[in-house]
């Protein structure tokens, strides 16, 4: 019987081997630690009601131009790390509320947040958790093989300069023989692709989410963002991702809680909605205001302090429902330039390092200020139509073969299909 339908931002490269080692030993997903949290039978009719439900709602057009925004800030903060600017302007820069425009750290705060909004989104319209680490996987990972190859070739171009960095920004050229590795898992790979850290936490944290999803739905979306709160403190290597606990819980919340949300800030007027809007952009800039007096990311390359992400998550969980509830802010976001670049922020997200890299070797030395704005114009106009080629060739292939793999394993074997009656 057929089964049923249902930045280089301050953190550290995770040892593979340890999170194979915790992916063996994650049992609390086939075998939950208390009743009534795990995926069985009972949350599954749960999840297969709800899902019944919300057939027909479509996920909110303004997240993905949201995202889109978030990626093309990641862009700027690198950029403008390469640019030639004293340090305490740098940092007083990053302090200022113009800081909200390179703040690259904060952006994947706001990505991880959409995340935790989208994966509740996705495991409530289809409950088969099989189903949905197969729709992850073929997400995350093919398209982040490809950047890692792609930066591998591209800086083979400049690894003969016997130059280490420019301008802060390190010049790697990973041996073949790690390349397997790097591919295995998302990561750094070693260096070649800095940006990989946040796939990382993207990957891991989407083998737990369903639990935490579970936990969310059982007992209440604040006690999944009660226990994010409880983990930013955590200082264990291996484990380090469950930090973010708190970006994806609010996530969550935001979506499984959405009715109650449109009730609240739904009779918002133009200078509550310009406040909150404003609150949130404070949050996520605080970490470097309250440390102005240094380079202004000093705080942030040490890990991750607890402080940073309780702020930044915050106001990127405010940013979201800013942009899912506000009329003005969810028409803008949904325009379709935004939409477009919403699509492609992934591969713009993977290839702008690599480009960035390959045009400050060859410049050899920082960018003036003057010339720093088309600069970063360059870079972007450049990741840009390279990301365009990537979601067009990579990202749209393999989320067609993911579905299409799904729809193979749905389909009845010959062996099991019930033999025909012989009138």
Request: hydrophobic fraction near 55%; charge should be positive.
């Amino acid at each position: 019987m057929a089964p049923q339908r249902s930045p280089r931002i301050g953190l550290s490269p995770l040892d593979h081997r340890g999170l194979a080692r915790w992916i063996i030993g994650l049992s609390p997903l086939a075998h939950p630690p208390w009743p009534g949290v795990g995926f069985g039978p009972t949350l599954r009719a749960d999840l297969s009601a709800v899902a019944q439900l919300e057939s027909a709602q479509l996920r909110a057009p303004s997240i993905d131009g949201l995202r889109g925004a978030a990626a093309v800030a990641v862009v700027a903060f690198h950029c403008f790390e390469a640019v030639a600017i004293p340090a305490r302007v740098r940092a007083l820069w990053l302090a200022s509320p113009l800081g909200v425009l390179v703040n690259g750290p904060g952006a994947v705060h706001l990505f991880f947040v959409l995340s935790g909004y989208v994966l509740s989104l996705a495991l409530l319209r289809d409950p088969g958790v099989a189903r949905y680490y197969v729709r992850r996987a073929f997400r995350i990972q093919p398209p982040y093989m490809a950047a890692v190859l792609f930066a591998w070739l591209l800086s083979g171009l400049y690894a003969p300069s016997g130059r280490e960095s420019v301008a802060g920004m390190p010049l790697v050229h990973v041996p073949a023989t790690r390349l397997p590795l790097a591919l295995a898992f998302p990561s750094m790979a070693f260096g070649q692709l800095p940006v990989g850290w946040s796939l990382y936490v993207e990957m891991a944290m989407s083998i737990v989410f369903p639990l935490w999803l579970a936990l969310a739905r059982r007992v209440h979306p604040l006690a999944l963002v009660a226990l994010g709160i409880g983990l930013v403190g955590l200082r264990d290597a291996r484990l380090h991702f469950l930090v973010f606990t708190l970006d994806f819980a609010l996530g969550a919340a935001l979506y499984l809680e959405r009715e109650r949300w449109t009730r609240w800030l739904g009779g918002l007027g133009p200078v509550a909605w310009a406040l909150w809007a404003l609150s949130a952009l404070a949050l996520i800039q605080a970490p470097y205001a309250l440390a102005w007096q240094t380079v202004g990311r000093a705080e942030l390359v040490r890990g991750h302090d607890p402080l940073v992400v309780l702020c930044m998550g915050a106001g990127s969980g405010m940013l979201v429902a800013t942009a899912l509830h506000a009329r003005g802010v969810a028409r803008f976001f949904s325009r379709p330039a935004a939409q477009l670049l919403g699509r492609i922020s992934y591969s713009l997200y993977l290839v702008h390092f690599p480009l960035l890299a390959a045009l400050l070797s060859l410049l050899g030395a920082r960018v003036p200020a003057a010339l720093g704005v088309p600069f970063f114009a360059l870079v972007l106009a450049l990741s840009l139509g390279v990301a365009w080629l990537g979601f067009r060739a990579v990202e749209e292939p393999s989320i067609r073969a993911g579905r299409a793999l799904i729809r193979a394993a749905r389909r009845p074997t010959r062996e099991s299909r019930p033999p025909r009656s012989e009138a």
